[in-house]
């Protein structure tokens, strides 16, 4: 059984920078890869951003493209998901999910099979 716990989510201003974390345990950690999704009041869980097994390939949502980073250590089984220059419309809860196949790396809910419980962002205006 895989184990996903996500930290760091919170209240910020519109502009401001959040950094999540996702401490994972049950399963290599270094061979799949890793989501981040988000699910805003009412609508629909959507794709954030994912990173290869090693790090090397990286992929986003347009929404993020440009003010969020994911990046992953495998030493300390952890991935990040540094936002920056955040808006209202990034409010949500955001979820990490483990990769179902190594060399899958996707943007659907269904390319992940192990997910977190979710942190909250919030950005006020």
């Known amino acids: 059984q895989v184990q996903l716990v996500e930290s760091g989510g919170g209240l910020v201003q519109t502009g401001g920078s959040l950094r999540l974390s996702c401490a994972a345990s049950?399963?290599?950690?270094?061979?799949?890869?890793m989501g981040w999704f988000h699910q805003a009041p009412g609508k629909e869980r959507e794709f954030v951003a994912a990173?290869?097994?090693?790090?090397?390939?990286?992929i986003y949502a347009d929404s993020a493209k440009g003010r969020f980073t994911i990046s992953r250590d495998n030493a300390k089984n952890t991935v990040y998901l540094q936002m920056n220059s955040l808006k209202p419309e990034d409010t949500a809860v955001y979820y990490c999910?483990?990769?179902?196949?190594?060399?899958?790396?996707?943007?659907?809910?269904?390319?992940?099979?192990?997910w977190g419980q979710g942190t909250q962002v919030t950005v006020s205006s």
């Open positions: 999910a483990a990769g179902r196949s190594p060399i899958l790396l996707g943007m659907r809910e269904s390319d992940y099979d192990y």
């Open positions: 049950g399963r290599t950690f270094s061979s799949y890869p």
């Open positions: 990173i290869s097994w090693s790090g090397g390939s990286t």
